[in-house]
Every structure is written in structure tokens, then in C-alpha cells.
């Protein structure tokens, strides 16, 4: 299985990036390339979950 097809697996990829960067030491407040990084991982984390947790797959149900 790849990342493309779980993006559950993915978002959680990306978010043990932010943490480790952030143990790392990248400053949260700084405008490095790294802390860029990881607010990018973050939000790419978030959009693959969408607003209301991890996506899960479902039916399309229409009147």
C-alpha cells in the first residue's frame, strides 16, 4: 500500500515530520525553511483530513 492510497497514513507521516522538526529544535515563531516545512506538513495534514477528522470513504446518497 502506498500514501497515495491512504491518506490517513499520510496526514500522520506529516504530522511525525512537524513533531520531529520541532524536537529538533526549529523554532515555531521563525521564519526559517524548516519552520515553513513543518507548518506546511501541518496544513497538507489537515487538508487530508478534512474538517471533521480523517476522511473515510463513503456513499454518495442522493434524492
Known sequence: MTYA???QRLARLLRNLA???EEA???PSGSSSARHLMD???VAARELEGPDGPRKRGRLIAF
Open 5 to 7: 492510497d491512504n491518506p
Open 19 to 21: 513533531s520531529a522538526l
Open 25 to 27: 529544535g526549529v523554532n
Open 40 to 42: 506546511d506538513a501541518l
